[in-house]
């Protein structure tokens, strides 16, 4: 595997279910994010990870729960969510340095999440 | 927050022909990216700016980081069907204390007929 994955593509949940989605970075990087993308909106940042730990959170409702075991990996929980939570999360990746590739975020091919 | 103003929203292109699209800001920003993004895929990133005036060019593409350094443009010159998809301009403004803020646009969805 190369790149960024994400797992599962699609995921169809109840609002009373619990589920999780994962990120996998093969890439080297160490800063993970978590984006919303709505329709017709620009991505909204939810969460960034920095060397496993979490430095940003853009008030994100707590039915929302990041964890990031290791720099390879990040997890969104979710449980009890709303319809209008349905939309693509995406996550991302980058080099956290001083230098100018930090800026390059790179990202994976999404978990598309519809609630019911 | 930042906001960034992407243009035009939509265009629809003959195959061959050349497109513009722009990104501006109120602010000044010290970087700007362009992305595309398929249908069902996450966006790709395309080219990376990082100094006012410059100009990079990937394949067929080529962006600029305006002389102001609050705005950006994409040009793809002789459309391809593959082309089609919708572009971000993506942008880190100085006024953020962290490399890992980044300010999107909304994108614009090109379609390329043949």
């Known amino acids: 595997e190369t790149g960024v994955t994400q797992t599962p593509r699609h995921l169809v949940m109840g609002m009373t279910n619990k589920k999780s989605l994962k990120c996998e970075q093969h890439?080297?990087?160490?800063?993970m994010y978590w984006y919303k993308q709505s329709a017709k909106k620009p991505l909204e940042l939810m969460f960034v990870?920095?060397?496993?730990?979490?430095?940003e959170n853009n008030s994100v409702p707590s039915r929302f729960s990041p964890e990031c075991p290791n720099s390879s990996h990040l997890f969104l929980h979710l449980h009890t969510l709303q319809p209008e939570d349905s939309a693509l999360y995406l996550c991302?990746?980058?080099?956290?340095?001083?230098?100018?590739?930090?800026?390059?975020?790179?990202f994976g091919p999404g978990t598309r999440l519809t609630v019911t | 927050g930042q906001q960034l103003n992407q243009s035009p929203q939509s265009m629809f292109i003959q195959e061959g022909e050349d497109v513009s699209m722009n990104c501006t800001s109120s602010?000044?920003?010290?970087?700007w990216l362009w992305y595309k993004q398929d249908p069902g895929e996450g966006p790709v990133l395309l080219i990376a700016?990082?100094?006012?005036?410059e100009l990079t060019s990937n394949g067929r593409l080529t962006a600029q980081f305006g002389i102001t350094r609050k705005d950006s443009f994409l040009n793809i010159s002789a459309s391809i069907p593959s082309d089609v998809g919708i572009y971000f301009c993506?942008?880190?403004?100085?006024?953020?204390?962290?490399?890992?803020?980044?300010?999107f646009g909304s994108g614009t969805q090109l379609t390329v007929l043949p």
């Open positions: 991302a990746s980058s080099h956290l340095t001083g230098t100018q590739s930090s800026y390059e975020q790179y």
């Open positions: 890439l080297g990087h160490n800063a």
């Open positions: 990870y920095s060397l496993e730990e979490r430095v």
């Open positions: 602010s000044i920003f010290n970087t």
């Open positions: 700016l990082y100094k006012a005036g």
């Open positions: 993506a942008g880190q403004p100085t006024s953020s204390g962290s490399a890992r803020q980044l300010t």
